[in-house]
């Protein structure tokens, strides 16, 4: 039987934050050979707080914070293989698609885009995904 490659990732700015609101997650676990990154909202990474701001603002945040996440884990937005966006105004898919392609240029990963209802916290957008490590 093989032996059980998983480790919790800790992340400066973001791993504080939730365990300070007692949210039973790991910003991302790496785990025989893949990154799997949680949900992600635009949080600044100095403060701990939520951007505010449109659409285009909070999805530049939660990219840049997913960058962060995954370089913490060992790996890099290059190395994405799969992303889910989720986010609450299906009117603002330009916007985002509009920032999301600056930061997959080439070879952009398999995605999926999921409406859903307002948070209970003060974001529109969230993005996860699975990476190589």
Not at 59 to 74: F, I, N, P
Not at 122 to 128: K, L, N, R, T
Request: aromatic share 8%.
């Amino acid at each position: 039987m093989r032996a059980l490659d998983r480790t919790v990732i800790d992340v400066p700015g973001i791993s504080e934050g939730i365990r300070k609101a007692r949210v039973p997650l790991s910003p991302a676990i790496r785990a025989n050979g893949f990154v799997f990154v949680s949900g992600t909202p635009p949080i600044d990474l100095a403060t701990g707080n939520f951007v505010r701001g449109d659409m285009a603002q909070q999805t530049e945040q939660c990219l840049r914070c997913l960058q962060h996440v995954l370089e913490s884990a060992g790996s890099s937005l290059e190395k994405v293989c799969k992303v889910v966006i989720y986010a609450t105004d299906t009117t603002q898919f330009g916007r985002i698609n509009e920032v999301y392609a600056r930061f997959f240029k080439e070879a952009p990963p398999a995605r999926s885009f999921v409406p859903v209802a307002p948070w209970p916290l003060d974001f529109d957008i969230e993005i996860e995904c699975v990476a190589l490590a």
